[in-house]
C-alpha cells in the first residue's frame, strides 16, 4: 500500500479517544430497549455456530468418513491461524475512525460473507477424495474464522462501550447470553426434530447425509440477515461513542497489536481471566463436540431424547441467566464465577463417574433419563449460565482500568481474548474430543446399541477425565482475578475526575 495522498485521513490512528474533539461521552446510563435488543441480536448466529459445531465432527466422521482425530485437527489448524488474528482485529477496530465509527464498518462487511461461507463449510462438492475434503474443511474454516474474528472481535468490543456501568454491564451481557442461546436452541431443534429426522432408511437420524445440507441453507441466510440486521441497526450509536484521534504512522501501526496485548496483559485481572475463560471454552468445547457420540454411544439415546435433553439444557440456562443477574447485585462477580464453575463441574462430570463405576440407574430404570436429563442437562447449565453472564461484563470492568493506567480505550484488544476463548471451543476442543473418539475405537461402521463396554468406559473417562483437568487449572488462574466493585468504582471516579 502506498503512502497516503496529502489530506487523506489513514485508518489507523493513535488509539486516544475523543468524539471529534469534544469531551468523552457518557455511557454510563441505562441502555434503551432497542439498542439492548438490536445489540444483543448479534449474538444469536453465535449461538447457531455453537450448534453447528456440536455436529461438525461427528457429520465428517460419522457421515463423510473422516477419521475423527483428522477432523479434529483439521479445525485446530484454522483455529491455531485464527487465533493470531484476534489481537489484530481488536487493535485495527480499536484505531479505526469512520462515520459508522470504529466497529460498525467491519461488522456490517462481514455479516453476508459470513453466511455465505457457513453454507460451504457444510455442503463440499460431491466425489472429493478424502485428502481433498480434509483440504476443503481447512480451507472453508479459515475463510470463516477470519471473517468471524472482524465481525465478533468489534462487536464485542462495541458491547463494552455502550455503558460502563457495572450492573448494567452484566445486564446487557446477559441479555446477549439470552439471545446467543435462542439461536442456539432453535438450530438445535430444526436440527433434531425436522432435519435429522429418523426416516426408513436412516432409522438414526444423526446419520441421515441429506440433513446437514438442508440445515446449511437455511442457517446461512439466518446468518447473513442477523448479522447484517444487528450492525445496520445500532450504527447511529456510534456518533455518541470514542473515535481516535492523531495519526499512527503505518509502520508503527503494525506492530500495534502485539505491543497491546503485551501492554494488556500487564494487567493481572486481565491474565487470570483470559487463562481461565480459555480453559473453560475448551472443556465446552470438548463436551459439545462429545455431544452426539455420548447420546449415541454412552447414554444410548434416541434423537427425540436428545431434543429432550436440550430443553432441559436451555432451560437451565435461561433460568440462570437470569438468577445469576439477580445475585450478582449482591455479590462480587468473581464469586459468582466460582461458584457457577464449580457447581458446573460438579453436576457435569459426577452422572459419567457414576456410570462408569456402574452406580447408574439400569436404561430400564424410570430414573435413568429423568436423571440424565435433569443432571446433566438442567443443573450443569444453571451453574454455568453464571460464569457465561459475567465473561464480558468483567471483560468491560477490564477496558476501564486499562483506560485509567494507558489513558486509552482499546476494547477491541481486550475483548479479543473473549473470542480466542470462543476459538478454543472451536478449534482445541473438538482436537481433544477426536481424540477421545479414536481412544474410545468409535469407527464409521460402530453402531450405537452395539459399542462394546471398554468403548463406553472409554468415553465416559475421555468426557469426564478432559473436563475435570481443564476446570480445576482454570479455576486456579480465576483466584488471581482482583477487580472488586469498590475497586472499578474508583477506577471510574479517577477517570471522571
Known amino acids: 500500500m502506498g503512502p497516503l495522498a496529502a489530506g487523506e485521513r489513514p485508518l489507523w490512528q ?20 432497542s439498542v439492548l435488543g438490536w445489540y444483543s441480536l448479534g449474538a444469536s448466529p453465535g449461538g447457531i455456530a ?4 456440536t455436529f461438525l465432527v461427528f457429520y465428517y466422521n460419522q457421515v463423510l468418513g473422516i477419521p475423527g482425530a483428522t477432523v479434529g485437527f483439521a479445525i485446530l489448524a484454522a483455529s491455531i491461524f485464527d487465533a493470531v488474528t484476534d489481537p489484530i482485529a481488536g487493535a485495527i477496530s480499536d484505531r479505526t475512525r469512520s462515520r459508522f465509527g470504529r466497529r460498525h464498518p467491519y461488522m456490517l462487511a462481514c455479516s453476508v460473507p459470513l453466511g455465505i461461507v457457513f453454507y460451504l463449510v457444510w455442503v463440499p462438492p460431491s466425489g472429493l477424495s478424502q485428502d481433498a475434503l480434509v483440504a476443503w474443511l481447512v480451507f472453508w474454516l479459515l475463510v470463516q474464522r477470519l471473517l468471524a474474528t472482524f ?24 441479555v446477549r447470553s439470552y439471545l446467543q442461546n435462542i439461536g442456539r436452541s432453535m438450530a438445535g431443534a430444526l436440527l433434531l426434530l425436522y432435519f435429522l429426522r429418523p426416516t426408513e432408511a436412516y432409522p438414526n437420524g444423526q446419520m441421515n447425509p441429506e440433513g446437514y445440507p438442508a440445515f446449511a441453507t437455511t442457517f446461512a441466510v439466518v446468518t447473513a440477515l442477523v ?49 481461565c475463560v480459555v480453559l473453560q471454552y475448551t472443556a465446552f468445547g470438548v463436551s459439545d463436540a462429545l455431544g452426539l457420540y455420548m447420546a449415541s454411544f454412552f447414554w444410548g439415546i434416541s434423537t427425540d431424547v436428545f431434543f429432550v435433553w436440550g430443553v432441559g439444557m436451555f432451560t437451565g440456562l435461561y433460568v440462570g441467566f437470569d438468577l445469576w443477574r439477580r445475585i450478582g447485585t449482591r455479590l462480587e462477580k468473581r464469586t459468582i464465577y466460582l461458584i457457577g464453575s464449580v457447581g458446573y463441574l460438579a453436576s457435569f462430570i459426577t452422572p459419567y463417574v457414576l456410570k462408569v463405576a456402574g452406580w447408574w440407574p439400569d436404561p430400564e430404570s424410570p430414573l435413568y433419563l ?46 479479543g481474548a473473549e473470542s480466542l476463548a470462543y476459538k478454543m471451543f472451536v478449534g482445541l476442543g473438538p482436537v481433544l474430543a477426536g481424540l477421545v473418539v479414536d481412544f474410545a475405537e468409535i469407527g464409521e461402521s460402530t453402531q450405537p446399541g452395539e459399542a462394546p463396554q471398554s468403548t463406553i468406559v472409554a468415553l465416559g473417562l475421555g468426557q469426564g477425565g478432559t473436563s475435570f483437568l481443564l476446570f480445576a487449572v482454570s479455576l486456579i488462574f480465576l483466584r488471581r482475578y482482583d477487580l472488586a466493585r469498590d475497586r472499578h468504582q474508583e477506577i471510574l ?5
Open 370 to 415: 429423568p436423571m440424565y436429563i435433569g443432571i446433566t442437562g438442567f443443573l450443569s447449565h444453571l451453574f454455568s449460565a453464571g460464569p457465561g453472564i459475567m465473561t464480558g461484563s468483567m471483560l468491560g470492568d477490564i477496558t476501564d482500568l486499562d483506560e485509567l493506567e494507558t489513558g486509552r480505550r482499546r476494547e477491541g484488544v481486550i475483548f
Open 493 to 497: 471516579r479517577r477517570i471522571s475526575g
Open 151 to 174: 465481525y465478533a472481535v468489534p462487536y464485542l468490543a462495541l458491547g463494552a462501550e455502550l455503558t460502563r456501568d457495572y450492573h448494567e454491564r452484566t445486564r446487557l451481557t446477559t
Open 50 to 53: 455453537l450448534t453447528a459445531g
Open 227 to 275: 448479522l447484517w440486521l444487528s450492525a445496520w441497526k445500532t450504527r447511529s450509536e456510534a456518533d455518541r461513542l470514542a473515535q481516535p484521534t492523531g495519526r499512527e504512522p503505518w509502520r508503527s501501526a503494525l506492530t500495534a497489536p502485539f505491543r497491546d496485548v503485551r501492554d494488556a496483559l500487564r494487567h493481572r485481572p486481565f491474565r487470570a481471566l483470559t487463562f
Open 14 to 33: 493513535h488509539a486516544d479517544m475523543s468524539t471529534n474533539g469534544a469531551a468523552a461521552p457518557d455511557t454510563s446510563g441505562g441502555l434503551s430497549r
